[in-house]
């Protein structure tokens, strides 16, 4: 624990180094979410529902989503530069240290727009979706465990670069559809998309399950959750160590396909 | 006409000075740090005539890559005037880019991931090479810097050494009339850089192409220049020979023995012993008074040797010594040809 | 500056663009499986929506569809090419650049055509075809097939100024990824991405169309609700207009940054 402190104060005091560009990049972050929730605005002004969520529910769901994408990023942020650095050899430096490597990639990088999202999540729930502040411990919950979730699904297709050479851009695409899914009401899906939004690509476990635990206060969701954020994480670590033994370091020589 | 000529070239940068990292947030964000003038070329003059192979050298931050980017015209002076191959290097950039060619050896000027030849290709086009000219020249360079075994590699698969000879050969694609390096030789092997420096000696003469090159490597120096000039601190210091270089800044050579024994020595005129450790002596050579082959054979007639190396002095002791005056016979005389001591 | 007018140099960069583009075939074939899912999602949600509330015909989630179609197949042709020349900024590759006889921005302009040359077809095939498959129907004109074409180019052309003029700003922010956060959001709000601007109320909607980000989504997409000559002039039109004050804009924009380039160093 004391280990992975470490590296994340390291982490966000570089984030910080720049003060004026960190702050400019939380800002517009914030900024970006706000222009986002406008296309919901205009849609509830002309229909009064979608399928039974109105306009506070979709605060709540994009809150739920900016505070897990955000915590994720600012924690955890390495796992963007991940399949760049495996297919480059960066790994070597790591290997040779007495401590698993994971952590110390994961964390070497704190996003500081994060933060913007995170301070947008605060304002979608307490003035969008016009939740009360004794919600808020309940969607800090939620939502840190969205956050493992994001992490833990990035990490897994950044590990993609294991076996497959200059894989970065394939990763970020897949990471961007995940992302999307996240963002947008899944409940007009039928049983099956559902299905696979739960499992496969687990789009689902980061704002559509945390919010139906807000929203319907059932403690089977929020217990779900946990377990889904608990189990990616495992499959993370373990596809993790899995590529690692087929890694190969040294040369930037890129291999024919 | 000369080739390069420069006349009193300044580049001040106004910078602000950065609050340390650990320093308040809160400070660093309302106290807005004060800007100063970094002065990275003062005064700068210098003539190099066509055909010369001339070293551009100094220690780290000394102004070299600051000139050489007033030089290609992709950074404007603060003050002076220069003239390459007839052209105000920051007004006429693209006709002076037709007459000269440009190595990085840190960045690549090729695409990362084409084949080689792809890359001259293109080239060549904007360039605007006539293409029956780029095919026979391509043909001679291709041969000449020994680059078919991978010319339709991608680049991104190439050896570093084997990267740096398609460079120069991408830099020459269009015949430029002067050939500016920037350390093109840093990070390669011995055998890469004696194969590079052997092209661009061979080239040069042939084709009596006009070269500046700036290393920290005193063997590009050598085997490459007939002409070196020193700058520190964005100032011209000395613009001499290399003949007078050598005899008069790299006589001294280090050799280092690992020996059987566990306190060697070896007394020869010339020779001064700098550290003696157990099995190992370090010595300094005036090679004026002795030479290395005589103190290497005495040293394997005495010494039961485990290891040997023979080392220039770094180039920063060349530029301390030229700092403190540490001439053996310092000239007056003025020009290219001759020593210019400031 | 004399720089080389040489066709057939920007000819090799749209090669090179065509290339580059071409060499990541997962990628793309990840990027036109988000366009299709993007596609299945919004049709859920516009058979969820009750549009009958609006009594509007032409809003059906058939032509909705196909509206979001067209937005997508403009957004997924683009990328984000102001990358590129963040990248050659922040890693001085620019210098090597400005030592040709050749226009940068020019020359990136080149090679972004060969891309677009290359992902153009692709995601109109990949979007048309989840477009057809999710509503059973084709809304477009045939005739109006060759206006619709035009407005898309002019749409891409009208993006890509955009790009351009991000892209150098790095030379002043040191990143453009935050500029490009706004403005991306400015263009799919703005821009129509998912909802039509005429969906919007009334002051908002007059301020979106006269925008730019219209002329680049909204514009051409709106040929799929209303594919009558009389609209597709008007949109010709608008486009024309937003080229040429961006064409200068992005002319301006690159004289100021290689200036302050040429005078800083970085």
Known sequence: MRYAWTLLRMSIGSAFARPIAALSAMLLMATNNFLFFITFVIYFRNFTSLKGWVREDLALLIGVCCWAFGLAVFLAGGFRDLATTIGSGGLDPYLGRPRHPLPALLFSQSIPSGLGDMGSALVFWTVLSHRGWADLPMLLLVGTLGAVVVAATATLLQCLAFWMPNSGLLSEELFQMFMMVAYYPEHPFGFAVRFVLLTVFPAGFVAMMPVEAVRDGDPRKLVACAMAALAYAGLAGWVFERGLRRYTSGSRIIELR | MAAIRTDNLTKSFRVRQPEPADGALLRRLLRRAPAIDLLAVQDLSLQIEPSERVAFIGPNGAGKSTSLKMLTGILVPTSGHAEVAGFVPWRDRGKLARHIGIVFGQRSQLWWQLPVRASLDLLGQIYDVDRTVLRQRMARLIDGFEIGAFIDRPVAQLSLGQRLRCEIVGALIHAPSILLLDEPTIGLDVTSKALLRDHLDGLSRDSGTTVLLTSHDTGDIERICERVIVIDHGSLLMDLPIAQLKRDFLRRRTVTLVTAQETPELRIDGVAAVAVEPYRLTLSVDTTVVPIEKVVATALERLTIRDLSVENPPLEDVIKAIYRGETADPRASKGPAGATQL | ?266
């Open chain 3, 1 to 266: 500056m004399q720089l080389s007018s040489n066709s057939s140099a920007l000819r090799a960069f749209a090669r090179i663009g065509w290339r580059r583009a071409a060499a990541e075939p997962l990628a793309t074939a990840a990027r036109g499986g988000l366009n299709v899912l993007a596609l299945g999602i919004f049709w859920a949600f516009w058979r969820a929506t009750p549009l009958a509330e609006l009594r509007r015909p032409e809003l059906t989630p058939e032509r909705l569809i196909w509206y979001l179609a067209v937005t997508e197949w403009i957004v997924f042709s683009t990328g984000i090419p102001y990358r590129e020349i963040e990248d050659d900024i922040r890693s001085g590759a620019l210098a090597t650049n400005l030592t040709r006889p050749i226009d940068y921005a020019r020359a990136c302009c080149a090679q972004w055509c060969g891309g677009i040359a290359f992902r153009l077809p692709i995601f109109a095939l990949v979007g048309f075809v989840a477009a057809l498959g999710l509503s059973g129907t084709v809304p477009i004109d045939p005739a109006m097939l060759l206006a619709g074409l035009a407005s898309v180019l002019l749409a891409l052309a009208i993006l890509h100024l955009c790009h351009l003029m991000i892209g150098l700003a790095t030379i002043w922010t040191g990143s453009a990824a935050p500029l490009h956060w706004i403005w991306q959001k400015g263009l799919f709000v703005l821009g129509g991405l998912i909802i039509p601007l005429s969906l919007y109320p009334a002051p908002f909607r007059r301020f979106a169309e006269n925008s730019p980000f219209a002329a680049m989504l909204s514009a051409p997409a709106s040929l799929a609700l209303d594919p009558s000559p009389g609209h597709a002039i008007a949109v010709l039109r608008l486009q024309l207009i937003w080229l040429i004050v961006l064409a200068g804009m992005a002319w301006l924009t690159d004289r100021a940054a290689i200036a302050r380039f040429l005078e800083r160093g970085t």
